[in-house]
Nanobody
Framework: QVQLVESGGGLVQAGGSLRLSCAAS????????MGWFRQAPGKEREIVAA??????RTYHVDSGRFTISRDNAKNMVYLQMNSLKPEDTAVYYC?????????????????WGQGTQVTVSS
């Protein structure tokens, strides 16, 4: 089992950047595929980015603005977000699962953090 804690959210102006962090506790972090999801008010949860166990494979819904990375030595996964837009406003969640190598669907992840709020003002 793994526990996840997100940080790095906040209020930023449109065009700005934020770097979200997700700290994982527990053993064998490198055995977990990781993902970032977001949910805006009144909308369904959606994938933002995912990364494989080793970090060698990634998926981004918007690769021009978002970059996912991980540091298995530190049990950390990151989401660098650039050129933020008001429509990026949402609660961002970190997710993990050790049953898959790389996953882009929410139902593929068993473990979730509490989320961190990102608000982009226009």
């Amino acid at each position: 089992q793994v526990q996840l804690v997100e940080s790095g959210g906040g209020l930023v102006q449109a065009g700005g950047s934020l770097r979200l962090s997700c700290a994982a506790s527990g053993r064998s972090f490198s055995s977990y595929a990781m993902g970032w999801f977001r949910q805006a008010p009144g909308k369904e949860r959606e994938i933002v980015a995912a990364i494989s166990r080793s970090g060698g494979r990634t998926y981004h819904v918007d690769s021009g603005r978002f970059t996912i990375s991980r540091d298995n030595a530190k049990n950390m996964v990151y989401l660098q977000m650039n050129s933020l837009k008001p429509e990026d406003t949402a609660v961002y969640y970190c997710a993990a699962d050790d049953r898959v190598v790389l996953a882009t669907l929410g139902r593929q992840y068993r473990y979730w953090g509490q989320g961190t709020q990102v608000t982009v003002s226009s």
